[in-house]
């Protein structure tokens, strides 16, 4: 007669069917060590730029702020141009969706705990988007709307 199996005793679970924790958190207090951020950062004007800040150590869990040219941003969900998101337990999230020249200097990660602080400096350069000229005699297939004027019988159409 074949044996009846027993429900949520696989293995390595424990009650329940759950698996059990096998990383516990640290019982000293300590502070936190965030893992260096990229320290020079080029990015194409118009294009994502995410710098994440990890807490490598450090009890109590710390907590993120982040700055830009010593000032402190406020990461907010309704902000178009820049959010800081906390990801995980002990990591944090710049996110700017579209870079600007404006967003261009020194961002700061610190993370703070009643222990202490540990904080990591990336600089970021801005590339700017260039516009091709294209130029061109009026040539009678191109619509009109398509070509601006640009002195006498020259055209340009520009491309970003």
């Not at 990229?38 to 009890?59: H, P, Q, T």
């Not at 961002?107 to 400096?121: L, M, P």
Request: hydrophobic share 25%; net charge positive; charged share 40%.
């Amino acid at each position: 007669m074949p044996e009846k199996k027993q429900r949520g005793k696989g293995k390595g679970k424990g009650r329940k069917g759950r698996r059990e924790r096998t990383k516990e958190e640290p019982t000293t207090a300590s502070a936190p060590k965030i893992k260096p951020l990229k320290s020079d950062v080029v990015v194409n004007e118009g294009k994502k730029l995410v710098l994440r800040c990890e807490a490598i150590s450090g009890y109590p869990q710390p907590t993120f702020k982040w700055y830009k040219d010593g000032k402190e941003l406020i990461g907010n969900k309704k902000s178009k141009e820049i959010r800081i998101k906390k990801k995980k337990r002990k990591e944090s999230e710049l996110l700017i969706r579209k870079v600007k020249p404006s967003h261009a200097g020194e961002y700061t990660c610190e993370a703070v705990n009643q222990q202490g602080e540990d904080r990591s400096i990336s600089n970021i350069a801005v590339t700017p988007a260039r516009d091709i000229l294209l130029f061109w005699q009026e040539v009678p297939c191109l619509k009109r709307e398509e070509q601006k004027d640009f002195g006498s019988n020259w055209k340009h159409l520009v491309i970003s």
